[in-house]
Structures are given as structure tokens and as C-alpha cells.
């Protein structure tokens, strides 16, 4: 809406107004324009479209022109760059949702077009000075007066740095500009060398050039330079070396011209910073572990190995949910801090990849043993209590390591592998390491595989719903028919339910495979009601947990039930203790609306915890079902382990004080059957009573 200062896609363009207004308030005044305020808005106006179009996919380089432009309408002092990038990369974002890196990019592009423009100017200037440094030198004895009249005020006047230095580096002159570059009285300066003042990782580079000037190889040479001040800052130069010449053409002396680049130069840092730092931590981002990873698994030797430490932290959620979000990245901060401390000690790299997850690179690691040492100290580390604000937290991690050579593995490998072993180590109970495991890796990797490949599998209709006969032991008729939801898998071939619906609950997707089971059942069962009156089978479905607490729950079973025509009470629900009851320990309301609704109610695991089998006491229950490996061993010719039948004969003295008629899955022989029935079982499901089967053949079974 027009006013709102917006985004440009939602009425922005007032939004952009601002931005220009403010951009020229920020560099109207840091250099000489030769324009009124209106014009220099008209201008920056158009530079602002030019870069929205960088940023919306044109070519980066566009931006470079724009930096040009700045410069060729007179807006050259390095604080009009300056005060120009931390506006654009603080402002564009608000009215113009970007790729933060893509932004960073076309930023630095337009630093490095105002900056080359700037050095032609500048260079330009320079072959000015440096002819009037010439000029007074080999001018005739008459005008010598005046040629020096014109050196001193060039010397004197320009915000270069100027020095006439022999051809073996001596300085033999030097102006103000030259000693407040680099913090020096003049009277250190002359006499001195220039090689004083660059630091050593340049002093090879210059004195090349210097080396090149002297035996007339060259006339004039560029290099950038770093010189540590006394007081220990930093200072960047650009050089710019001139050789002159005597009247015979040999080499004579040499005048360097010394641009002071360091705002400019740390601007440009903070730019190339943020393009490889993660924001939050400082420790390096997904980008700089990317170009880590592949210098790490260059095969520059036989036998070159790497290691691979994937850490998350557990339980962070916590602490962001009960402190705050400032507590939380004040722990991340502390973490990252003390990874990357002990990373960086042996040659580590500390990433962080988002949220609560980081990563420690070992390039070069010597086999498991030393990485997984390292990986114990880091945890031991890392749980060291941290004190902030009034608050004493501890946190814990969980880690995959994966350790191999380089050969024959790739960045993407190593990463995948390492993911799958941290969750490993989550699933194994947290606050651990986990080494990989290629047979265990790759059986995480078919369950991700799965995982990934089951909303499309419910769109495509890979999903089908097979049933276990249940029958009522004492007379042997088929009472009911449990519901199997099956997958059509093109790789691992029809898989059964607990292939798959583990993963279901995991991701959330359980929910809507639960509403389509029943669906598919309630039609099913439909048909059979139909075709087969009263004698039709109760058909079963379990709810998970998750799906349980659906608040759409009951609305999808009226819905189902309304569009399938099934009467409900051929219809049972089996519910998990676990779901039964609200975080107060109440019995949910949903139990008395299905049961109102006519719907069957059963628990399934009955008997896991005894402790908490009263609670179920006056439930609108009307089925306990019993599973589990303590009734295998009722197959056994010489008879059941007395500790399974104990914990059998539990749960059926329960079940029958509770009203609760007890169900066996997993019956497997007749022999079992009968001793079951003689404990209390009424009612078997499983192979004795013939596998699973088609809705029709099931019919064809009933009828």
C-alpha cells in the first residue's frame, strides 16, 4: 500500500524513495559535487535500479559500472565508498528480499569499479607528479629556481605519499603525506630505506620491483603493500614506482607515489568476511567448509586421509524455548568459541552448518584413534558449564565421525556419511560419539531413502492396505480383519508397515498416511458390510501417537465415516496407552466422542507398564491387545518360559478385571493358540490364522 514504506513487491517504491533520500544524505557531503541535492538523487535513483537488477539475476558485473559512475560524478573520498556499502547492504535488504551472498557479490564488484576508476585518477595524478619531479630535476640552471618552487608545493600539497629514493631503495626525500601514511617522522623516513616500510611477506615483492626499476627491465611497477605501524595497526598502501632516467637514458633514481587503500582494503575484508564467516559465531560458514573440504581431499600424496566430526548439540531447543533465543546464541557463541580453539590448536577447521549443528574438518588425520581423541576432548569441552547472565548452563553434544582416506571419497560422501552417523549417535542416546559403520550407514541410508520417497509414494499410490484375520479362539469364525498398510516400493519391493511407518511419525507425515488408511479401510469395510450384513468382520486400524493428537482427528473420522456410509460400530481403533491421557494425566476428550460416535476402542501393548494400568479404570475401552517377544516362546513343545507366561497371565488378569477382552498378535500355530486361550486370550491375529490378505480376499473368507 502506498505510505507503507514497504517491500517493493508489496507497493516498495516509496520504500526505495527512502533509501535513495538517505543514501544521498550519507555521501552528499564527503566530496566535492558539482550538482544540487535533486540531481544527486536522480542519480543515485538510477544507480539503485541498476543494482536491484544485479541482485534480481543480472550479470554481477553491472555493479562494477555503478562503482565507475560514483566515481565520475565526483564522489571520491573513500568515506562516500564506505558510508555507500554499509547503507546498501544495511537498507537493500529491507525492500528487496536477496540472496545475502549474491548481495555481498555485487557489493564488492561496485568497491572494485570505484576503486579501479579511482587508481586511473589517481595514476593520472601521479604521472603529473612524477613529471614534475623529472621536470625539476633536468630542468636548465635558469629555470632551476622555479622548478623547485613547483616540486615543493606538489610535495607539499598532495595527499600522496611521495619519495625519492636511489636506486637501491635509499630515501632520499619525502613529504608530510609519506610520514602520516606511515605514522613516521620525516626524519626516520629519509635515510632510511623503503623496504622499512612493508612487512615481511612483501618485502620479497618489493624488493623485486625495486631490483627490476634499478636495471631499467622496467620504467614503472604496481604493487598493493602491508606495513605494521609502530603502534602496531596495520597500514595498506598502493604503490606506484616510477624509474627516471639521466640525460644519457640510464637508470638515475626511482619515485615512489603511495596511496593509503587501508579503509578501503579493510572494507573490502569485511565483505570477503562475510561471504566465508558464519555471522552468529565468526566460526567459518558452509561456503569456506565447502572450499576447506576440497583442499582437504586433494590427493596430493598416496595414502592422504581426513576426518569428519559432525556435532549437534542436544537438547538446544530447550534452552531457547524455556530462556530465550539472546540465551541460546549467547550458548552457541560459547560453543563455537572453544571448537574453535581446539580445532584450530591441530590444524582443525571449526564450521558452523546452521542452527545447532557445527562441523570439525581434520585435514590430513593419521586413522580414527587421533580424530576420535579429539572428537572426546572437544565433547569434554564443550560440557564444561558456561556461566551467562544468571544463568549456569551445561550443554552436551552428539557426534558422527567418519574417518577414511582421501581416495575415493568426495566432499558430498563425507558429509552424508557423517550426517547419517550423527543421527546414529541421537538415536543410540545422545551425549556421545559414533564411529562410522559402513554396513549400519547404509542401512540409516535406505531408512533416509525411504523417508524422503513416502509423500510421493501417497501421491503416486504405492500405499495399499492389506488385513490379518482375527478370530475368536473359542469358536474359530472370523471376527475381525487388522488393518496392514503395505508399500509398492520400486527399489526395496513391497515392504511391510514397520519398514516405514517409524518414519512416518518421525517426519510428521503420519498424520495425513493415518487419515488415508482409514479412508481406505472404512471403504473396504463398507463393501463388506454391504455384501455380507452382520456377519461382516470389525475392521482395525492403529493410530499412532502423533496422529492421536491431531486436532483434526475427529473431524476426518466423521467426515470418512459420513462419506463411506460404514456404520460404526464395525469399525474398532486401536489407541496407544501413551495417547489416552493429556499432559495432566486426564483421559482426552477424544475417547468419549468416538465412543459416543459408536466406534470400538482398544489399547494396544497392553501390559508394558503395570504401574500404570489403573488409570484405564472406567475408559469406554473394549479391547486390550497383547504383543511382543514373551509370546514366542508359547510355541515351544515343552511348554512357554514360566517368566513369559507370568508376564502372559499378568496381562490377561488384568485386562479381565478391566472388562477388557485380550487380543494376541503374532499367533503363530495352534499350539500357541491353545495355550494363550487357556491364560485368557479371546481373540488371534498372525500366521495361524492365514497371513495377510487382499479387502476381497478377506471378503471371500468371511462369507
Not at 607515489?257 to 575484508?269: A, C, G, N, V
Not at 552468529?280 to 572450499?291: F, I
Request: charge should be negative.
Amino acid at each position: 500500500m502506498p505510505g507503507t514504506g514497504g517491500s517493493v513487491a508489496d507497493g516498495g517504491e516509496l520504500g526505495q524513495e527512502d533509501l535513495v533520500r538517505q543514501w544521498t544524505r550519507e555521501v552528499i557531503h564527503t566530496s566535492y559535487v558539482p550538482m544540487g541535492r535533486p540531481d544527486v538523487e536522480a542519480f543515485l535513483a538510477e544507480c539503485v535500479d541498476d543494482l536491484l537488477s544485479v541482485l534480481d539475476g543480472g550479470p554481477v558485473d553491472a555493479a562494477r559500472g555503478i562503482g565507475e559512475r560514483l566515481v565520475g560524478a565526483h564522489l571520491t573520498n573513500s568515506a562516500a565508498l564506505a558510508r555507500t556499502l554499509r547503507h546498501l547492504a544495511t537498507e537493500l535488504p529491507k525492500i528487496r528480499e536477496t540472496d545475502p551472498l549474491r548481495l555481498i557479490e555485487a557489493l564488492s564488484e561496485l568497491a572494485a569499479g570505484f576503486a579501479g576508476v579511482l587508481r586511473e585518477q589517481t595514476l593520472r595524478e601521479q604521472e603529473v607528479i612524477q613529471r614534475a619531479v623529472s621536470d625539476a630535476r633536468d630542468a636548465a640552471e635558469e629555470a632551476l629556481r622555479s622548478s623547485e618552487a613547483r616540486l615543493r608545493a606538489v610535495f607539499t600539497s598532495s595527499a600522496l605519499g611521495i619519495a625519492v629514493v636511489t636506486l637501491d631503495g635509499v630515501v632520499e626525500e619525502s613529504n608530510g603525506a609519506l610520514a602520516r601514511i606511515f605514522r613516521r617522522p620525516e626524519s626516520q623516513l629519509v635515510g632510511g630505506t623503503v623496504f622499512e616500510l612493508a612487512d615481511e611477506t612483501w618485502l620479497a615483492q618489493l624488493t623485486g620491483t625495486i631490483a627490476e626499476l634499478a636495471a631499467g627491465v622496467a620504467n614503472r611497477s604496481f604493487l598493493d603493500i602491508r606495513y605494521t605501524a609502530p603502534d602496531g595497526a596495520h597500514v595498506w598502501t598502493q604503490l606506484s614506482a616510477s624509474l627516471v632516467r639521466d640525460a644519457h637514458g640510464e637508470p638515475d633514481y626511482l619515485v615512489l607515489l603511495y596511496e593509503d587503500i587501508t579503509d578501503r582494503h579493510m572494507l573490502q575484508e569485511h565483505f570477503r568476511q562475510q561471504a566465508v564467516r558464519d555471522p552468529l559465531t565468526g566460526l567459518a560458514n558452509r561456503t569456506k567448509l565447502g572450499s576447506s573440504l576440497d583442499a582437504a581431499l586433494e590427493p596430493t600424496r598416496p595414502g592422504r586421509r581426513v576426518g569428519l566430526c559432525f556435532f549437534d548439540l542436544d537438547g538446544f531447543k530447550a534452552v531457547n524455548d524455556s530462556l530465550g533465543h539472546p540465551i541460546g546464541d549467547r550458548l552457541l557463541r560459547q560453543v563455537a568459541q572453544r571448537l574453535e580453539a581446539m580445532a584450530v590448536a591441530v590444524g582443525a577447521v571449526a564450521a558452523r552448518m546452521g542452527g545447532d549443528e557445527f562441523v570439525v574438518l581434520v585435514p590430513d588425520s593419521s586413522g580414527a584413534g587421533p580424530v576420535i581423541d579429539l572428537v572426546e576432548r572437544l565433547l569434554r569441552e564443550i560440557t564444561r558449564p558456561v556461566l551467562i547472565g544468571a544463568h549456569e548452563l551445561s550443554a552436551s553434544a552428539s557426534v558422527g565421525v567418519v574417518e577414511r582416506e582421501v581416495a575415493g571419497t568426495d566432499a558430498g560422501a563425507l558429509l552424508r556419511d557423517a550426517d547419517i552417523t550423527l543421527y546414529r549417535a541421537k538415536s543410540d542416546g545422545r551425549a556421545q560419539w559414533v564411529l562410522f559403520d559402513p554396513e549400519r550407514n547404509a542401512a540409516a541410508r535406505d531408512r533416509f531413502k525411504l523417508s524422503a520417497a513416502l509423500p510421493a509414494a501417497l501421491d503416486q499410490h504405492e500405499l495399499f492396505v492389506e488385513y490379518e484375520p482375527v478370530i475368536a479362539l473359542a469358536s474359530g469364525r472370523l471376527v475381525g480383519a487388522a488393518a496392514n498398510i503395505r508399500w509398492d516400493h520400486e527399489e526395496f519391493g513391497e515392504l511391510g508397515e514397520e519398514r516405514f511407518l517409524g518414519l512416518a511419525e518421525e517426519t510428521g507425515l503420519i498424520t495425513r498416511l493415518g487419515t488415508w488408511a482409514l479412508q481406505q479401510v472404512c471403504e473396504h469395510a463398507a463393501r463388506w458390510v454391504k455384501r455380507l450384513g452382520p456377519e461382516a468382520p470389525v475392521a482395525a486400524v492403529h493410530l499412532s501417537p502423533r496422529h492421536c493428537r491431531d486436532p483434526e482427528l475427529v473431524a476426518d473420522m466423521q467426515r470418512i465415516l459420513r462419506e463411506t456410509g460404514l456404520p460404526p460400530q464395525y469399525l474398532a481403533l486401536g489407541l496407544p496407552e501413551s495417547a489416552l491421557f493429556d499432559h495432566q494425566g486426564d483421559p482426552v476428550d477424544t475417547l468419549e466422542i468416538f465412543a459416543e460416535m459408536g466406534l470400538w476402542l482398544g489399547v494396544y501393548q497392553f501390559g508394558g507398564d503395570y504401574a500404570r494400568l489403573p488409570r484405564l479404570k472406567g475408559l469406554p475401552l473394549g479391547m486390550a491387545r497383547i504383543e511382543g517377544p514373551h509370546l514366542d516362546s508359547f510355541v515351544d513343545p515343552d511348554g512357554p518360559d514360566p517368566l513369559d507366561r507370568h508376564l502372559v497371565a499378568a496381562a490377561c488378569g488384568a485386562a479381565q478385571l478391566l472388562g477388557l477382552p485380550v487380543t494376541a498378535a503374532g499367533v503363530r500355530d495352534r499350539l500357541q493358540a491353545h495355550r494363550l486361550r487357556e491364560l485368557g486370550v479371546s481373540l488371534a491375529l498372525g500366521p495361524f490364522t492365514g497371513g495377510l490378505v487382499s479387502a476381497t480376499e478377506l471378503e471371500q473368507l468371511a462369507s
